[in-house]
């Protein structure tokens, strides 16, 4: 998402400086968006899910907030903070205002261990009644309790536990990179969506770092359970690509019905909870299965204005322009150099020897490509910032070029003091060029540091072809399955797709050119069976969808 991610001050005494933004909460509210964030010292306000302003509250924890919960019931937006303590509910008609009040001034403990950390707030209107869920532990199991709207939203029953993790049985629920790691997995992230008289009780898993974390679901046929796993999960998973990991959100619908997942993706350069949110689209199937499309999800997507049925008919087709392109730039410090601005690797990146004006890194395309959007990505390289003031703001200027000799500009926002770190810019016209200038205007940090420089289009190539030999095989274990093809000449990479079902293919795991052609997938269910199947995809477009294997 891009937004204005807020310095984090927990680590101001270690002297390690980096924003962060985690845990998104997006409230649809008097047909307007409320999104809230983990340690942000307020929250965010959107006509339509793509301009945010930031809003400061007239009221705000000491502490801040850690994922907070929030709901709109009919006039009315509640705000409530994760706490193992004692802590009020806030409440306000007027959100964009930023003014506050108390609904619940001091909402009463309980014990220790289970007070109510990530905490979710759910209205049954059919039922006229108020439950909270919350949890974020690797011991403990997610809770949940009936409120009493009579009292202030206290607790009206006695907390009773909702589901715990079972690794054993889940293979994505196993902690680590691509679940390798033998550490007790953390559940966390409640969140409760009502759905043709079905709960979809919520939760992330196996833990905020690496690539694997994800949302899953369970369901049941009352609020508070009993509620089986759903078969079909993750619900939400992103472990390849530019960023990865989709886990901890809440499940939303926009102003024209379609259902969005939002989640955290993991950055970790500076310190292992530095993060980024996203959100992807998905919905539900004709099986009342959940289910939301992280294929392509950190590439280009268009903005629906209207329901839309397919949610990957949101996916523009502009692919990525710039993986592994030659890089020049003014100058670079230490060994951060210009290359890693082109690996889709957000913990790599490039430095300049100064913050100044001026200082350019230069990309080239190879050959004349359709250029139709850029990312710039910047990160944090010995900041010395833990909050962001009127001097925390973000400029540059953007060229274009054929020859790498005449320059014409394409993008600058020079005169705007706007605060965009991950900056997502589409040009009003689409350009031909070889090559792409960044310069430097302004950065507020004492080094010029950027992660990647992202440019999407289309080369006029033709279309990859469909990989060969593709062949998914179900491990001893079989929370794991190995699958493995045939290289396709000229792709940028590959994305393995699998489901419960041929026509189900709901997860995808994307695996650059240059890696191995193989790949474990380590995020099976015991006792289900999967089809997989594969295809490639170039500065072009994709190939068909290989013949699709299983069940296996």
Known sequence: MDIGYRYN???????????????????THKNEYFLFVTISGGYWHS????NWKYIVPSRWPMEDMCAPAAISVRDTLYLFQSTFEQRPIFYTTTPETGKLSFFN??????????????????????????????GSSNTYPLYGAELDKSKNLVYKSDYKAMLKLHPNLHGWERFGQDHRDTIKPYMEGAWMTKYKNKYYLQYGAPGTEYNVYANGAYIGNDPLGPFTYANYNPISYKPGGFVTGAGHGNTFQDNYGNWWNTGTPWVAVNWNFERRMAMFPGGFNEDDEMHFNTRFGDFPHYMPKQSVKHDESLFTGWMLLSYKKKCIASSIKEDKHADLVNDENPRTFWVAESNKAGEWLQMDLGAAKNIKAFQVNYTDYKSDLYDNDESVYLQFKM?????????????????KKEDRPNAYIELEKAVDA?????ENIYVPTPNLAISDIRVFGNSGDAFPKTPGKFKATRMADQRNATTSWEPVKGVTGYNIRWGIGADKLYQTYQVWADQPTSLEIRALTLGQKYYFAI???????VSTLSKVMGPI
């Open 105 to 134: 001034r001091w909402l009463p403990a309980l014990p220790k261990d289970v007070g109510p950390w990530d905490p979710a707030l759910f209205y049954d209107e059919d039922l006229d009644k108020w439950y909270m869920y919350w």
């Open 47 to 50: 006509p339509d899910l793509i």
């Open 9 to 27: 001050w927990e680590q101001i005494n270690k002297k390690i400086s980096y924003r962060s933004g985690a845990d998104p909460v997006i409230i």
């Open 399 to 415: 060229y274009a070029s054929a020859d790498g000799k005449n320059w014409n500009e394409i993008f600058s926002n020079a005169n």
């Open 434 to 438: 070889r090559y792409l200038k960044f």
């Open 535 to 541: 295809e490639s995809f170039n500065e072009e477009g």
